[in-house]
T-cell receptor, first 115, second 115 residues
Framework: AQSVTQLDSQVPVFEEAPVELRCNYSSSVSVYLFWYVQYPNQGLQLLLKYLSGSTLVESINGFEAEFNKSQTSFHLRKPSVHISDTAEYFCAVSDGPRGTGKLIFGQGTTLQVKP | DAEITQSPRHKITETGRQVTLACHQTWNHNNMFWYRQDLGHGLRLIHY???????NKGEVSDGYSVSRSNTEDLPLTLESAASSQTSVYFC??????????????FGPGTRLTVT
């Protein structure tokens, strides 16, 4: 069975500092990987996704994540965070192109950006 | 623009009452999902559907039911509300076509309180 572990429940960081949110997954099949962001009192929005090809994927607002198959990780990084990045971040995995279409979510990481 | 909506956004009900949460999407997606979000648990799948007349149980389906009579709607019913069902509920949809990424699009959520 697939599972996702987000290694940090809360990550406090000062504005303009770099940040890494860690995500590990377990799966016996090829996977698709996702990062979603949830701002307060809102639904989840897709931040970025890995389907195939280049292992480094980027979002439009400066986040990037690298798929590491040997370490079964998909960590999210940003070189310089803003106050507006304060949100809950969820890592998710689905069972690839011939899969069920279901997503398995991690427990979430709260990113707290302080001035 | 296509969207996914949920209603009501907030609901307070009493233990034992039947409650129905609505979910409507205009993406024309085949797949629809219901999740609940609780602190420390991330998102947990309640029920899902791959198309009209198709419904499946997720990991926390006890006490919940769904029906899919058309492509656009997947209402979630709590047969006899319990305090343990106090939560935030999210509906999501995805394409479900062969070769799709299974990216899910989320509604804004319904905050349900059972007293």
């Amino acid at each position: 069975a697939q599972s996702v572990t987000q290694l940090d429940s809360q990550v406090p960081v000062f504005e303009e500092a770099p940040v890494e949110l860690r995500c590990n997954y377990s799966s016996s099949v090829s996977v698709y990987l996702f990062w979603y962001v949830q701002y307060p009192n809102q639904g989840l929005q897709l931040l970025l996704k890995y389907l195939s090809g280049s292992t480094l994927v980027e979002s439009i607002n400066g986040f990037e994540a690298e798929f590491n198959k040997s370490q079964t990780s998909f960590h999210l990084r940003k070189p310089s965070v803003h106050i507006s990045d304060t949100a809950e971040y969820f890592c998710a995995v689905s069972d690839g192109p011939r899969g069920t279409g279901k997503l398995i979510f991690g427990q979430g990481t709260t990113l707290q950006v302080k001035p | 623009d296509a969207e996914i909506t949920q209603s009501p956004r907030h609901k307070i009900t009493e233990t034992g009452r039947q409650v129905t949460l609505a979910c409507h999407q205009t993406w024309n997606h085949n797949n629809m999902f219901w999740y609940r979000q609780d602190l420390g648990h991330g998102l947990r799948l309640i029920h899902y559907s791959y198309g009209v007349q198709d419904t499946n149980k997720g990991e926390v389906s006890d006490g919940y039911s769904v029906s899919r009579s058309n492509t656009e709607d997947l209402p979630l019913t709590l047969e006899s509300a319990a305090s343990s069902q106090t939560s935030v509920y999210f509906c999501a949809s995805s394409e479900g076509q062969a070769g799709s990424s299974y990216e899910q699009y989320f509604g804004p959520g319904t905050r349900l309180t059972v007293t």
